[in-house]
């Protein structure tokens, strides 16, 4: 059954008594260690003069990362879906295919050393994170605890919502982030049907340090990933925002672009969720990135769209992959 649109007062009331209880802190620094902590981390505490770490040799360190990291490479250069942007539109979406289908090898790539895009603060630099009911329904399935003001929530800290679902997307099994990391391209087949078309096969990748100095250094080459869908959410217009709608302008398979409008919550959020679709095969773009294609509005400091668009992008994205695979089996 679907999640309610109105948040059940009962459950509510329960997510703030959890909170309080999760926020609970002891004042008295002389006070034994808190409630919670294991045995050993607290037999540790007032005992740092015979404190030592393990022995490790340096070269042990540096295999520890690459061997793994490479690894990771080699599994996901052949994905079922890869996601760029890890904002909160991409974690969104990154988080749904987790949950939904654990058996499908996701890539998601981010061009920031940090995730999370402008996820980790409100509006301004402010800390609170507003979101417009049904978006709530979100927050609960996460569980993230807000405060419920009727028509709308508000999380005590955007990074509280950023930090809650980014831990239960690297937790998954199915999902490698990879990030400080562009996607410099996008890697294109021409369609079946013979019309001239081109289907979306995945993505181009390099060093997100590499990509920014392409104009003055020598002939750096990206990476490849593989992927039957592709999911784009960059966000608006920036120095890598769009990446994907600018590329098909480029491409010449999309005439232009009609760019973002003015402020309009009311009008901005529902479109943006409506709006995200398939935009050429293979090739799902949600969020802001959507704005660049329609002409939509921007919604400023409100969040639920971003995070019901990364939902109905992962909606989107198995319907496309299970359609490919079904032609493939045909």
């Known amino acids: 059954m679907a999640p309610s649109a109105v948040s059940p007062a009962q459950q509510h009331v329960q997510l703030a008594v959890a909170a309080k209880k999760a926020q609970d802190v002891v004042d008295d620094t ?22 030592s770490f393990a022995p490790i040799r340096e070269s042990t360190v ?25 904002g909160s539109c991409g974690l969104s979406a990154a988080y749904t295919l987790s949950k939904l289908r654990p058996d499908l090898r996701i890539a998601l790539i981010e061009a920031g050393v940090a995730p999370g895009g402008g996820a980790w603060l409100g509006g301004q630099l402010f800390s609170a994170m507003v979101l417009r009911k049904p978006a709530d329904v979100f ?5 993230v605890p807000f405060e419920d003001e009727g028509d709308y929530v508000v999380v005590k800290h955007a990074a509280l919502f950023t930090s809650a679902v980014l831990e239960r997307v690297l937790r998954s ?9 562009a996607v410099e391209d996008l890697i294109t087949r021409p369609c079946a049907d013979g019309e001239g078309g081109i289907r979306v096969a995945g993505v181009v990748t390099n060093w997100t340090l590499v990509a920014m100095h ?44 009609e760019g973002m409008r003015g402020l309009d919550m009311l009008r901005a959020e529902d479109a943006i969720v409506k709006n995200t ?11 802001m990135e959507l704005a660049e294609i329609d002409g939509a509005n921007r919604m400023g400091p409100t969040f639920g769209a971003m995070l019901l668009s990364g939902v109905k992008a992962a909606e989107e994205a198995l319907r496309v992959f299970d359609l490919r695979k079904k032609q493939n089996e045909a």
């Open 30 to 51: 002389t006070a034994a260690p808190a409630p919670g902590l294991t045995k050993p981390l607290a037999d540790m505490m007032g005992n740092w003069d015979n404190f």
């Open 62 to 86: 540096s295999r520890a990362m690459t061997s793994r990291y490479f690894t990771d490479l080699h599994t996901h250069a052949e994905s079922d879906i890869a996601i760029i942007g890890a």
């Open 139 to 143: 927050l609960r399935d996460v569980g």
């Open 173 to 181: 099994g199915n999902v490698k982030m990879f990030n400080a990391t």
């Open 214 to 257: 392409h104009g003055d250094q020598s002939c750096m080459d990206p990476n490849t990933i593989n992927a039957p869908v592709v999911i784009s959410t960059t966000g608006h217009d920036g120095p890598f925002g769009a990446f994907s709608v600018k590329r098909l302008v480029s491409m010449k398979r999309l005439e232009e672009l």
């Open 277 to 287: 679709r398939e935009v050429v095969p293979g090739l799902i773009v949600g969020g």
